[in-house]
Structures are given as structure tokens and as C-alpha cells.
């Protein structure tokens, strides 16, 4: 349900904002009022093309929000938030927002995230319907039609079983056609994963070959260096002429005889022999060391070349081995796709044959039960007319099925679409022995409101979209068919949240909710306010509504009212 709409800056209205509860909640208030600055509000929220000539005389930029609850069952809204990267919900809370600006571009919001006025719109045409003369009407396009005859048939299970099947069968269509490429492209492919596969697996790769491999590369590349030093060290330490080694033993007969004149001093005398034996042990390593290391052109030459191997298979397939590695194995697969291709391409053809069949019989099972279904909704929605005003009209259903002749021979390939094999159009007459149209001719926004209203009454508890917005449903009627639309929008609340604005008595004393609209003038500039109106107030605005502050009026609106 829609709990707060906040409008700012819009035409008359300087700073609004309502409060709606769930069910009936009527609008009422004098002609020029500002009852429609609502709807257009609403319009606005739904995606509607925006008029900078609505901001208020004065201001930069004029603000709608609103903050709707919704319980989202099915999850569509949230799956919708997700896939476009738009800020998730807060519990149950969804914050819509549209600012239009005189100097700037207009922006839009979803939960606070900037977003597109498409996502705007797609969002409004699951939540609102707008019934008047400016519609945001979704009962007029044919796929919605179609849904509500379904839901009303029950056969949502049908229905997902078939669009499940026809995604499995497009999909299997993308990869036949991947297969299906030219000849010629194909030959060069196959060389060319050919020459990969080939090039990756003579390499005879690993995962740790590269740590492993660098290592020996670069001691094998510094043989020369790498034995110069430790040469030149060794003799530093012991071969060369005053060597290392040498002196310390100058050093150590030098200490012993300093600890023979001063004991304290023989700690010197010990920490000198610990270098003395760290020195030695030094000079074995290196000799270990030297020994170890070989000057081997020949397996340098390997090396090098397998480096430049190894650099070039990185360049081509990858930064790391296992980047190639991987590559490899990836390219291998679609070696073997493209070489059993016309084997697989059979099988995809005899699996979408197969397909093809389900979806013709799923197709045929789920007109069927559309076309049983029809002349009950049909009778229903007549029914619904006759207390609306339109005694001698009549509600149709037309079904289109997309096949040639009912034949066991299923007319492929077929375009299937995800709804089933139909077409549905809503089709209504106000007269006795004029055709019936479709509901998208009809010119009156009256009739249609109330074409509409027939269809809500019968639906409610299978139309899915929860706010009904009805302006002015009442026009050019009176008496008991007022009273009447004022009944069917009461039950129709039952099951949805409705805003209605009307002049009419009989269909604002319906209401669980009244709203007042009015204009007030102040410091040289006019205003559009509004506020709920409770027992006493709600008894003199339906009085005025019924022409006066008369006692006949009041008593009259005393009557409606408990009624």
C-alpha cells in the first residue's frame, strides 16, 4: 500500500504531505481545488514525461516522494532491485522519488539509488493503476489481459511449466546456432585450436614448474660469477697470503697471552675461538658450495630456451602458468565441440523436436483451459456493468490462437512466445446493438473508469497490482449508479488500496477515509493543503457535496454515512 506521498513545489501545492491507509480512501473538494495535482503526482512517480511548466511560480525544482509497503510474495520487485543494481528494500518499505529541476537534468529514485525512468515506469506499472483521464491503465495492453484471464483460469502452474521449457528450447537454439557457424570459419577455428592445444601440451606444463624452473635458470646463467665469488671469498677466508684464518691465529696467541697476565680477560680469549670455528665452518660451505657449481653451456642452452618458451606461452595464453595451463584445457574442450559439431548439432535438432512437441501440447492444454474460462469471466464482468449505468452493455473476450488448424502435425518451426499460443483482447459495448470494441477505443474516460471498475470488482482477488487510483469514476452519473460505484470500489478495497477523487456524495460516503482539498491564499500567493476529515467535518463535506448546508443535505449526508 502507498502509506506517504510527499509532494514539493508542484503547481499550488508548496509542501504536502499525505498520510493514506489501507482500503477506501476518498478525495473530495470545491472544482480547482487541486485534487488532480495527486494524480499528477502519482503520474509523475509512474515514469510519466515531466513538464517543467508544473514547478510552482518561484521555485527551481518541485520533488515527489512516495513510500510504499509491499509484501513482493513472488519476489518480483526484489529480483527487479537486484538485477539493476538499485539499493534493496528496507523490510517491507519501497521509496520511490522524482525531482524535476528548471536549469537541470531530471532525476529519479529508487530506495535513494539514482535510477532510470524506465526502471521508474516498469516499477509503476507493477504497483499503481491510474483509472481516468490520465491513465496509467495496465488492464489495456493485451499481455496483461492475458495474465489476469490466467490467473483467473488458475493456471499459473501451466504457464510456468511451458515458459520454463520454451527458455530450455531457446537455449539449446543458441548453442546449435554457435555451432552452425560458416564453413570457413570454422576450418580456421579448428586450425587454430588445433595449433593451441598442440603448442600448450608439447610444453608438457605444471602448476609449480615456474618457481622451480626460475630458480634454476638464474644459477645456471650465473655459473661463471657465482663460482668468481666464492672463489674470491674462499681465499679471503683461508688460502690467500694473510688470509683471514691466519690472522686470527696471530690474534689467538696474542689473547692467550693476555688472559695469562689478566684472567678477566679470558671471555676474550673464548669468543675468539667461536669465530675462529664460524670462519672454518664458512670455508667448508663455500668449498661445498663451488664444488656443487658447474659451468654446463649445454644445459644453460636448454634453459634459455626453455624460458623463451615459457615467456612466449605466457604472452600468447596467459601472465602465469597456470593461466596457460587452464587456457589450454579450455581450448581442448571447444577443440572436441567443434570436431563432434555435426553429431551434437543432431542431437540439439532431435532435442528441439522433442521440445517443439511439449510446448505445442503444453500450448493446446493451456488455450483450452482459457477458452473454458472465458465465458464466465465474460458473464461475471457483464453482471458487474448493468448496476454501473450500463444495463445494455456487454463485456466480451476474444481469443486469438497462433495455429494453423487443430492437426496432430505440430506447423514448426513455430513462434512460440512465453505466455502460451494466444492473443486475448477485452471487448465492450455500453449499448444494445452496437459491436463491441476493444477497451483502448474507448473514448469516454467515464465509461472506462467504470468498464474498469467491473473488471477490478471481479478480478480483485487475482489482479495482482495493489493500488487502484480511480479519478472521478463518477462522471456524468448520479442516483443509484453512483451508489452502486461507490458499493463495488468498497469491495474492491477490500482486497486492494484504492484513492478515489470524486464530486460524488454517494461514492465519498463509501469511503473508510476522507480527504479534503482546498485552496487557502496567504502572503499574496495561493496554496493547495489537504487534510483527513473526521465524523462532525466529514458530515459537512458530504452535505456540500449534496448541495448545501440544508438540513435536508446534512441529513441526507447523515444517511449515507451510516449506510
Known amino acids: 500500500m502507498l502509506t506517504t506521498l510527499r509532494i514539493k513545489n508542484l503547481a499550488l501545492v508548496e509542501d504536502l504531505t499525505l498520510n493514506f491507509q489501507n482500503g477506501f480512501n476518498v478525495i473530495t473538494g470545491e472544482t480547482g481545488a487541486g485534487k488532480s495535482i495527486i494524480i499528477g503526482a502519482l503520474n509523475l512517480l509512474l515514469g510519466e514525461r515531466a513538464d517543467r511548466s508544473l514547478i510552482r511560480t518561484g521555485c527551481s525544482h518541485c520533488t515527489i516522494e512516495a513510500i510504499l509497503v509491499l509484501q513482493d510474495p513472488e519476489g518480483e520487485i526484489d529480483e527487479f532491485l537486484l538485477e539493476n543494481g538499485i539499493e534493496p528494500r528496507e523490510g517491507e518499505n519501497l521509496i520511490l522519488k522524482r525531482s524535476i529541476s528548471t536549469s537541470s537534468s531530471n532525476r529519479q529514485f529508487i530506495n535513494g539509488s539514482p535510477t532510470s525512468l524506465a526502471s521508474l515506469q516498469h516499477i509503476g506499472s507493477r504497483l499503481v493503476d491510474i483509472h481516468g483521464p490520465h491513465d496509467h491503465q495496465s488492464l489495456l495492453h493485451s499481455e496483461v489481459q492475458l495474465a489476469i484471464l490466467d490467473r483467473f483460469a488458475g493456471i499459473d502452474s501451466l504457464l510456468r511449466q511451458f515458459s520454463e521449457r520454451l527458455q530450455e528450447s531457446r537455449n539449446l537454439a543458441r548453442k546449435k546456432s554457435d555451432l552452425m557457424v560458416d564453413e570457413q570459419s570454422t576450418i580456421r577455428e579448428l586450425e587454430m585450436l588445433r595449433f593451441q592445444v598442440e603448442e600448450i601440451q608439447q610444453a608438457n606444463l605444471s602448476f609449480d614448474e615456474e618457481e622451480q624452473f626460475a630458480l634454476e ?15 674470491m671469498v674462499q681465499a679471503q677466508l683461508s688460502t690467500a697470503e694473510a688470509c683471514i684464518l691466519d690472522q686470527c691465529g696471530d690474534i689467538n696467541r696474542m689473547l692467550q697471552e693476555l688472559a695469562q697476565l689478566d684472567p678477566k680477560t679470558e671471555s676474550m680469549l673464548e669468543a675468539q675461538s667461536q669465530a675462529i670455528s664460524i670462519l672454518q665452518d664458512l670455508s667448508s660451505e663455500l668449498t661445498q658450495y ?30 602465469s602458468m597456470a593461466k596457460v595451463i587452464e587456457f589450454g584445457q579450455e581450448a581442448q574442450l571447444k577443440l572436441e565441440s567443434l570436431e563432434n559439431r555435426e553429431e551434437e548439432i543432431e542431437q540439439i535438432n532431435g532435442r528441439l523436436t522433442a521440445m517443439d512437441e511439449d510446448l505445442w501440447t503444453l500450448g493446446k492444454k493451456i488455450s483450452r483451459k482459457r477458452k473454458q474460462i472465458i465465458p464466465k469471466l465474460s458473464k461475471a464482468v457483464a453482471a458487474e456493468l448493468v448496476p454501473l449505468g450500463f444495463p445494455k452493455g456487454s463485456f466480451e473476450i476474444t481469443l486469438e490462437t497462433d495455429s494453423i488448424k487443430d492437426t496432430k502435425e505440430v506447423p514448426f518451426p513455430f513462434p512460440f512466445r512465453h505466455h502460451g499460443l494466444d492473443r486475448v483482447e477485452f471487448m465492450f459495448s455500453p449499448n444494445a446493438g452496437e459491436p463491441a470494441k476493444p477497451l483502448r477505443a474507448i473514448a469516454s474516460s467515464g465509461e472506462m473508469a467504470r468498464v474498469m471498475l467491473a473488471q477490478k470488482t471481479v478480478l480483485a482477488e487475482v489482479d495482482r497490482i495493489p493500488i487502484l487510483v480511480f479519478d472521478e469514476v463518477d462522471a456524468n452519473i448520479g442516483g443509484d449508479t453512483a451508489r452502486a460505484v461507490g458499493e463495488k470500489i468498497h469491495r474492491v478495497a477490500n482486497s486492494h488500496q484504492v484513492l478515489c477523487i470524486t464530486h460524488s456524495a454517494s461514492v465519498a460516503a463509501k469511503a473508510t477515509t476522507h480527504y479534503f482539498v482546498a485552496k487557502k491564499t496567504g502572503k499574496g500567493r495561493t496554496q493547495t493543503t489537504i487534510k483527513a476529515l473526521e465524523s462532525k ?27
Not at 664444488?291 to 601472465?319: D, H, M
Not at 467535518?537 to 446534512?554: N, Q, T, V, Y
Open 290 to 319: 663451488a664444488n656443487g657449481v658447474s659451468i654446463n653451456p649445454a644445459r644453460l642452452e636448454e634453459l634459455e630456451q626453455r624460458n623463451e618458451l615459457l615467456f612466449s606461452l605466457k604472452r600468447k595464453y596467459g601472465q
Open 217 to 231: 635458470f638464474q644459477t645456471a646463467a650465473n655459473a661463471s660469477r657465482l663460482l668468481e665469488i666464492s672463489g
Open 537 to 563: 467535518a466529514r458530515i459537512d463535506e458530504i452535505s456540500r457535496m449534496l448541495g448545501g448546508k440544508s438540513k435536508a443535505a446534512r441529513s441526507h449526508a447523515e444517511e449515507l454515512l451510516k449506510d
